[in-house]
């Protein structure tokens, strides 16, 4: 049985074991991936790219591949410390690869996989190597845009607040609110949205709920809708990784504070 381990903290998540095969996808979150003890390969633009890591920024299509165990790292849109990794390795536009934190990740991530014990550990110490600071609080500068991301994920995720209203709380037109969410996040609030609910699910479905449950309690229309939105965010149906023959290892940091964050507290 394949064992997997998936971790939760704020303003990260980690999943850490053999990817299922995925089609070409893109996320809401920029993500480090670190192959264990084969190489990775990367689609990008049609491309294939062999490397032992790889940076791949939110909303950039591609496809990633390994032989063996390896880890992903995601970075919630609204997290800080990405732009830290990202000058720190010369990134431009696009993938970058072979990331000079490759190493100390690698260590880091098998601690992960070998020790029970060592996790809690292991995730302060992956943010020190990846952003230099275990400070992972959110990064928009701008007071209107803090106050919209803060409605969005203390309300509930079953509500959907049309944009209207995100507008009245943040004294922006509707082009202006759009325009300015999309420049300083990198997506759209739709997005950014998906991003939570699908976090939101996960922890729901450890909790034992069955997919038409996780999906309605995480503001999806029905286990259809999850599923693609899923399918369109990792590659794959969330049926490869929560159902089958594969073992998941959980570890939620904060628990309580994470699932208040996600409006998860009945």
């Known amino acids: 049985m394949s064992r997997d381990t998936i971790c939760i903290w704020r303003g990260r998540a980690l999943f850490l074991g053999q990817l299922p095969a ?3 996808h893109l996320h809401s979150a920029a993500a480090v991936c670190v192959g264990l003890e084969s190489a990775l390969r990367v689609q990008e633009d049609d491309e294939w790219r062999e490397c032992r890591s790889a940076l791949i920024p939110h909303n950039v299509w591609h496809n990633l591949v390994c032989d063996g165990p390896c880890a992903v790292l995601f970075m919630d849109p609204d997290a800080s410390g990405y732009e830290k990794l990202s000058e720190s390795n010369g990134a431009l536009a696009g993938c970058s690869f072979d990331i000079r934190q490759t190493e100390a990740l690698q ?4 601690s992960i996989q070998n020790d029970d014990s060592a996790i809690s550990d292991a995730l302060a110490r992956i943010d020190r190597v990846t952003f230099r600071s275990p400070e992972t609080g959110q990064f928009p500068q701008d007071e209107r845009l803090r106050r919209v991301i803060e409605y969005m994920l203390e309300t509930n995720l079953e509500s959907n607040p049309p944009v209207e209203e995100l507008c009245s709380i943040s004294d922006l037109s509707e082009s202006r609110l759009q325009h300015l969410f999309k420049e300083t996040l990198g997506i759209s609030i739709r997005k950014f949205r998906i991003w939570f609910r699908l976090k939101a699910a996960a922890i729901l479905l450890k909790e034992g709920s069955d997919f038409t449950q996780a999906a309605l309690g995480a503001g999806f229309y029905d286990a259809a809708h999850l599923s693609h939105c899923f399918r369109d965010t990792f590659g794959f149906a969330p049926s490869a990784i929560f159902k089958g023959q594969r073992e998941v290892r959980w570890h ?4 309580l504070e994470t699932k208040q964050l996600l409006n998860l507290s009945r």
């Open 22 to 24: 995925a089609e070409p």
């Open 107 to 110: 260590s880091i991530f098998k």
């Open 252 to 255: 939620i940091q904060d628990e």
